[in-house]
């Protein structure tokens, strides 16, 4: 099947061309169609399965016939969970905006930057992705109006619940209007999202996509017995070694991000790190450099395990394990992914060995451990 069968303008098929799209994921043959169709969709799909697109373009293509709303009466609201999200979804409906005949302005809009240039950033604004405490600020602030919403998407819905938004969320449910269209997407169907499909949508259409064990085994995943002192040494050997490229590392601290990364660049490997201690302008230049490869290693916390496509990634490394099986099931799920394969590698002390015992219990798999007592890593 190609894209020409889902019912999308001509313009948008271009547009789709010209970004090198062939042919749509799973999640995207059934989702499109519907969404044009103006129904409900929950739409359940593993991380870096093609979601975003799948609701970005129908929305795009049921909006271009639309005549504009008032001033700061945006029409398509995208709830988000993080802010690196926010922009990466933006990003999208900006790319493929950018093809369609009549002006389409999107924003993306989110905490820790200054509000005041998003205020007037608002003006002419018809898709607006937000995480749920700035449009409140906003909201309150009289700089949006949220009355005339025809189309409300909340993206990555299982996360924004675990992550606590669910206040903030109903805040803003109260200021939609009761007749619009709701496009729930998650990468789980769990309780809670089970719950707000209840509340959210109307005889909604349900697409399920399964992953196939062959897509399950797209990460190879390997462990190493490491003593802590040697956690360094470690990863500068095995980069050098197989002469790795685009690694993101994830440690549980900032201060330790900072020291990994700054280790490495002294033992002259280009490295950088991120965390929320940074500012966004820092996090976004950096994240940016390291989907282009002009950064060869990206030292991160946890901040970047959720929330964050970067496609083609092809190594992860847990220098620290995380605390719960989840977060590295997170991790681990940034690579492998568009259908390319990826490495997941986990350092593992002797203190870390019964809860990395727990980790594959809960993941069902169990991770090839290898020791690294042996290996020579004089001058690393």
Not at 37 to 62: R, W
Not at 69 to 93: G, I, M, S, Y
């Amino acid at each position: 099947m190609s894209f020409t069968s889902l019912g999308l303008s001509p313009v948008l098929l271009k547009a789709l061309a010209d970004e090198n799209y062939s042919q749509p994921y799973p999640i995207q043959k059934e989702a499109i169609p519907a969404i044009l169709s103006n129904k409900d969709v929950l739409g359940i799909a593993k991380t870096g399965s093609g979601k975003t697109a799948s609701y970005v373009l129908p929305i795009l293509n049921n909006l271009k016939s639309n005549k504009p709303l008032k001033n700061r009466h945006v029409k398509v609201l995208v709830l988000v969970p993080t802010r690196e999200l926010a922009v990466q979804v933006e990003e999208v409906f900006s790319t493929f905006a950018s093809a369609l005949p009549d002006r389409v302005k999107t924003l993306a809009i989110f905490g820790g930057v200054s509000i005041n240039p998003q205020m007037m950033a608002l003006n002419g604004v018809s898709i607006l992705v937000a995480t749920p405490g700035r449009l409140i600020e906003l909201e309150e602030s009289n700089a949006v109006n949220l009355s005339e919403i025809n189309t409300l998407v909340l993206d990555e819905a299982d996360k924004m619940l675990n992550l606590g938004f669910k206040y903030e969320m109903d805040r803003i449910f109260a200021l939609l209007p009761k007749k619009r269209q709701n496009l729930l997407f998650s990468a789980t169907l769990s309780k809670e999202v089970e719950n707000i499909k209840e509340l959210l949508l109307n005889r909604p259409e349900v697409i399920k996509i399964e992953s196939k064990e062959e897509e399950k085994e797209l990460i190879d995943q390997i462990a190493y017995a490491v003593e802590d002192s040697r956690k360094g040494p470690l990863l500068r050997y095995l980069i050098k070694k197989n002469n790795l490229k685009q690694v993101l590392v994830f440690v549980s601290s900032a201060f330790k991000a900072d020291g990994v990364a700054n280790k490495l660049c002294r033992n002259g490997i280009h490295a950088v790190s991120t965390h929320g201690k940074k500012s966004m302008n820092s996090r976004s230049e950096s994240l940016r450099r390291f989907k282009t490869g002009k950064i060869r290693v990206l030292v991160t916390t946890d901040l970047l395990a959720r929330g964050i496509d970067i496609e083609f990634l092809p190594y992860v490394v847990n220098y620290e394990l995380p605390r719960s099986p989840k977060d590295y099931v997170h991790r681990i799920g940034r690579t492998g992914r568009a259908e390319s394969p990826g490495e997941a590698i986990s350092f593992v002390t002797p203190e870390d060995e019964h809860h990395f015992k727990v980790i594959q219990k809960k993941m069902k798999k169990e991770v090839k451990m290898v020791d690294s007592s042996d290996f020579d890593m004089q001058g690393c």
